[in-house]
């Protein structure tokens, strides 16, 4: 198994049972995980087939994917059935946070998709941030390796 | 019960404003002075219209601007019944003071009561600095703090505003455009520039916007109301926040639910801060961290403020004169027609030439370092006439002038002495004319709430739109298939092979938001992934093994070939405290999105809850204890034919929703 993927999984658990035993409370889970996207050569475009929005110079209010409306960070939309980010493991959703280590938290619209979009990159590695569902108060279950 | 005491604590208000108003009323017409009445009642009218816009108001924008015109009414009347007031006593003290002497106070000597003239005093570009913590700036999560804020400025009973300005901390300064002129202000005024703000986050409104609602959601609800309850209970929440000095007449406002604004800082600029640019000055900061209004002001405010006085701008004496020609035994004197205007006595031919806007004949310089003084009676000639001194670079140069009559001559002395007590009172003003840019009349420029950025006006066109991007797919598919046939696959095809050492992320088994019919499968191929396969029974784990995985995509991989062993919708459980929040979203229209976010799985595969709602560990539970067991369960193969891929109907319909509901104008998102 490889290291660093049995640690998410470790800390994903252990996050989990975290908020299992808080049973009253609607807390959400959020998973940070590391998604590796091909491009996709398209005559003289890379695509990544996915759609961002969001952006330190947008209204944050109007994103419908964030937990605070006030997080002006930058969400996938879209995810196109089939592209490379689906197949990478993107959802819609998902908070992009960094994009080959470049920041994603606090960037322009305009700049974050100029990061995503450079022409000499085939590759984009991304740490997406995503929501796990909120849990209903009666799981009582524990987990344990 | 707080509500009660609050209502009865406005019915008492209401009754003292009413005595108020007569007892101002009765002033102004004992003075007789209908000017301030005028603008009392017509102060007034406005206050009780912006209190009504107040009420009937829903929209936070249009609260906040009534807000602001109602402290700005209240601001004048105060003012104005604090300048009724100083005037009454004057008249009073006036009275008394003539029936004790008898006698009415003379006029003053020539020069002791010489007054300066007025003058324009304009302040413009206001900017004052903002000095927000870094962990403030940083921090993405949490309430964006934003206030509303505008300046007061006043000048003796001129009392004007700025426009409002919203304060959040991706701004650095607070500026405001506009230029503010006070026509008539004497040297020795007090320019009082008050900086309100309102904290723009409280409820106030009856309506409340989709987003409001949203937003509520995430936050606790007692902490608003709590909120609502302290400012209404807030007893100095009633009265006008400034205090023009009438300590006696105490003018409520009418007790309207709405925004309060509140002093956040405020500095006094006077004749030695003016200067023909920009320059930096001190504000007083009132209030701190912990009020709701607070804005972190770096301490001090920018400014250009400049002065006209009237003597620099207005002719303060023309008339003809009779200037001595230097030379020449006996002198001759040559008719020019004087005018003093600022620093100079400009002398023209006839007066005709003034009135042309020819250049005069010659020009005399009137100014500190200049000396006037009247030269004794001539024996030629009855009148006085007038010596001006200049010094021009090192020498000195007499102009000598003289008038028709004695009067004249007075005339023009008093006019020059007038020059001098101008010019020693308004000090550096007159060194030169300062450039004061009266603002035009334009339209109020279009506020928005939202940044405003060019971004928002860029259409995305449609050609850029994702059908094509998935039509292109659909063609490479088709290329594909074809050149399978032939034996060649696309470099790009290994995205879709397992790929022994490719780093490979861990998935979470979601529900896939295209459409909700679709079967559920085994996400994993042979990565060394541990995540198990998925929710429901027919959920399948992988192991290690080297093959690939066995598992076939569902329907929607119809189109891929063989060896494609990768991941197809992943599902994300959803539960139904979740599914309620959607709703209520949905049907704000933001339910374009998530509409196509899954709908729960079918029943059968609910009734495994604990599976359900924890994706991973849950699943390693009820299929496979650890995640080291390597568990194989065999997906029943939903039909794999050989069509090209397509993408269902009903995705695309929900698609052209999607696109509808996302219109780019409204929040922007990018295709990459």
């Known amino acids: 198994m490889v290291e660093w993927e049995y640690n998410n999984y470790l800390m994903v658990v252990k996050v989990l049972n975290d908020f299992l035993s808080k049973l009253d409370s609607q807390c959400s889970c959020v998973l940070q995980q590391r998604i590796e996207i091909r491009k996709l050569r398209q005559g003289e475009h890379l695509i990544l087939g996915f759609s961002i929005g969001g952006g330190i110079d947008q209204d944050p209010g109007q994103n419908p994917f964030s937990e605070d409306k006030s997080d002006k960070g930058i969400y996938v939309t879209r995810v196109t059935p089939e592209g490379p980010a689906e197949v990478a493991g993107l959802m819609m959703g998902d908070k992009v946070m960094q994009v080959n280590g470049w920041d994603m938290t606090m960037v322009t619209h305009d700049q974050a998709r100029k990061r995503l979009t450079k022409k000499n990159e085939d590759v984009v590695r991304l740490l997406v941030a995503s929501l796990l569902c909120n849990t209903s108060p009666f799981v009582q279950t524990e987990f344990a390796i | ?672």
């Open chain 2, 1 to 672: 019960m707080p509500m009660d005491r609050y209502a009865d604590m406005e019915d008492k208000l209401r009754i003292l404003e009413d005595l108020n108003m007569m007892y101002i009323r009765q002033i102004a017409l004992s003075l007789q002075d209908s000017d301030i009445q005028k603008k009392i009642d017509h102060e007034i009218r406005m206050r009780d219209g912006a209190c009504k816009l107040l009420a009937a108001c829903s929209q936070r924008d249009q609260a906040l601007e009534a807000a602001k015109s109602l402290l700005t009414c209240n601001t004048r009347i105060m003012a104005y019944m604090s300048e009724l007031q100083r005037m009454k006593e004057a008249q009073v003290m006036q009275r008394v003071a003539r029936r004790s002497d008898g006698t009415r106070s003379s006029d003053a000597g020539p020069m002791d009561d010489r007054l300066p003239c007025k003058g324009k005093v304009a302040i413009s570009d206001l900017r004052i600095p903002l000095m927000w913590k870094d962990t403030e700036y940083f921090k993405n999560k949490g309430e964006l703090h934003r206030c509303a804020v505008f300046c007061l400025l006043q000048v003796g009973g001129e009392i004007h505003d700025t426009d409002m300005v919203m304060v959040d901390r991706t701004l650095t300064d607070i500026c405001f455009d506009n230029t503010i002129v006070f026509s008539e202000a004497s040297p020795g005024f007090e320019l009082r520039v008050e900086l309100y703000s309102c904290c723009s986050e409280e409820d106030y409104s009856a309506g409340s916007a989709p987003r409001k609602l949203a937003s509520k959601l995430s936050s606790s609800l007692g902490r608003s109301a709590g909120k609502k309850l302290r400012v209404a209970m807030d007893p100095g929440a009633c009265s006008p926040t400034s205090n023009a000095g009438a300590a006696t007449l105490l003018l409520p406002g009418p007790a309207v639910a709405g925004p309060k604004y509140h002093l956040l800082a405020h500095t006094s600029l006077s004749l030695s801060h003016v200067q023909d640019s920009f320059r930096t000055h001190d504000l007083s900061i009132s209030g701190n961290e912990e009020c709701s209004y607070w804005v972190p002001l770096y301490g001090s405010v920018c400014c250009r403020l400049a002065a006209q006085p009237h003597c620099m701008t207005q002719q303060m004496m023309s008339g003809c004169l009779k200037v001595k020609q230097l030379g020449g035994d006996p002198p001759s004197w040559r008719n020019v027609y004087g005018v003093l205007k600022g620093t100079n006595l400009f002398c023209y031919h006839r007066q005709e030439d003034m009135e042309a806007n020819v250049e005069p004949a010659f020009t005399i310089a009137i100014n500190k370092e200049t000396r006037i003084r009247a030269s004794e009676k001539d024996p030629h000639s009855k009148a006085q006439s007038i010596c001006i001194s200049n010094q021009y670079g090192g020498e000195e140069v007499t102009h000598t002038l003289s008038t028709d009559s004695r009067e004249e001559t007075h005339r023009w002395m008093e006019a020059f002495w007038q020059q001098f007590c101008d010019m020693s009172q308004w000090k550096q003003c007159c060194d030169d004319l300062m450039k004061i840019e009266l603002p035009s009349p334009r339209k109020p420029a279009l506020v928005t709430s939202k940044q405003g950025s060019l971004y928002h006006e860029i259409v995305i066109d449609t050609s850029d739109d994702i059908s094509t991007v998935t039509d292109i797919l659909t063609r490479r598919m088709q290329e594909l298939e074809l050149r399978s046939q032939l034996g060649t696959s696309p470099p790009w095809m290994s995205l879709f092979e397992e790929s022994p050492g490719g780093p490979r992320t861990p998935r979470l088994a979601r529900h896939s938001p295209r459409s909700p019919h679709r079967l559920p499968h085994s996400p994993l191929s042979s990565l060394r992934c541990p995540w198990p396969g998925l929710l429901s029974s027919d959920a399948s784990l992988t192991s290690d093994s080297d093959s690939p995985c066995s598992t076939s995509p569902c329907s929607r991989h119809r189109g891929w070939a063989e060896p494609l062993s990768l991941s197809s919708p992943r599902f994300r459980p959803r539960t139904l405290s979740l599914d309620a929040k959607l709703s209520t979203l949905r049907g704000r229209g933001y339910g374009g999105v998530l509409q196509c976010s899954c709908q729960p799985p079918s029943s059968s595969s609910l009734a495994p809850i604990p599976a359900q709602c924890i994706p991973q560990a849950t699943l390693s539970c009820s299929s496979s204890t650890s995640s080291n067991s390597s568990s194989e369960g065999s997906h029943s193969p939903s039909s794999l034919d050989g069509t090209p891929f397509s993408r269902p109907s009903s995705a695309r319909r929900s698609l052209r929703n999607l696109r509808a509901k996302l219109d780019p104008r409204n929040w922007l998102q990018s295709q990459v």
